[in-house]
């Protein structure tokens, strides 16, 4: 009877008093169960249970063992989802291409022709006037003023151009006297003058392939090959009608070009067909 109530009772103390892990062990088993549980950002992870926690404090800001807080874990970006920033430094010239633009330069001049370089300057050519102007995005500056000779003054400059390769630093204008003009735009003056038109020169053209060479058409029904580099003609076409209103060189085969005439013919020539003259071809 006295072990059976004595039984009842050690029973009773274990049910009101169970029986507890010492606090550094309970402590130990939550730091695991973290360590396990916390996924890990970088380099970033929960401290270890075991070893010096550096100093750390725990949420009471004691010195003692710290206390484990999670961090909050955030999803990477996906690499199609992220914005990347690219400064591309030509979209304000290609805005400036595609906006269009009314710009103004008045010469107090009638203006017979005009010719582009490859960059952003234009050279205009009337009865007194030759000038070199830059086109900018906003305004037209004029950038040179090319001195005429004394009896260019008294003709029209009726066509000019600016050189191609190899002398991209000419300019040439076809005069109303049968002269062609040749300008140095480095040194800003006249470098020599092409006399063998007796006519009016109506068009000028620069071989794209070959910048020295230079075909000219006059009213007097003659084409002209130049090379810049000599001070004479290669060549002298004679077409099938007086006056040759335009010359273009071929641009697939740079030893041909096409005239056109007053009578509405366009013929083909070029050095190989020199001795047998111009061929019609319409």
């Known amino acids: 009877m006295a072990d059976s109530l004595y ?37 970033s992870r929960p401290p270890s249970s075991s070893g010096n926690t550096g100093g750390l404090t725990g949420a009471g800001g004691g010195s003692g063992p710290a206390s484990v807080t999670s961090a909050p874990y955030t999803l990477p970006t996906p690499r199609h989802h992220r914005r990347e920033k690219h400064v591309d430094t030509n979209v304000s010239f290609r805005r400036n291409l595609t906006v269009p633009r009314n710009l103004r330069y008045n010469l107090g001049s009638a203006i017979l022709a005009l010719s582009a370089n490859d960059e952003d300057r234009i050279v205009v050519a009337g009865r007194e006037i030759l000038r070199i102007l830059r086109v900018g995005t906003s305004e037209i500056t004029e950038e040179a003023n090319l001195r005429l000779p004394g009896e260019q003054k008294r003709h029209f400059q009726y066509d000019v151009k600016w050189g191609t390769i190899h002398q991209k630093n000419i300019i040439a204008t076809a005069g109303t006297n049968g002269t062609i003009c040749l300008y140095d735009v480095k040194q800003g003056k006249l470098d020599r003058m092409l006399r063998e038109h007796v ?39 004679v077409g099938k009608s007086d006056a040759v209103r335009d010359v273009q060189f071929n641009a697939a085969n740079a030893t041909e070009f096409a005239a056109a005439f007053d009578s509405g013919a366009i013929q083909v ?14």
């Open 269 to 282: 020539g070029g050095p190989g067909l020199a001795k047998a003259g111009a061929k019609c071809v319409s």
């Open 199 to 237: 006519r009016q020169v109506h068009r000028l053209a620069f071989n794209q392939a070959n910048g020295n060479l230079l075909l000219s058409a006059s009213q007097d029904g003659t084409i002209k090959l130049w090379d810049l580099r000599e001070n004479k003609s290669r060549f002298t076409f």
């Open 7 to 43: 039984a009842q009772y050690h029973h009773g103390l274990l049910s009101a008093n169970p029986c507890q892990p010492p606090p550094q062990q309970q402590q130990s088993r939550r730091a695991v169960f973290a360590r396990l549980t916390q996924p890990f950002v970088g380099t």
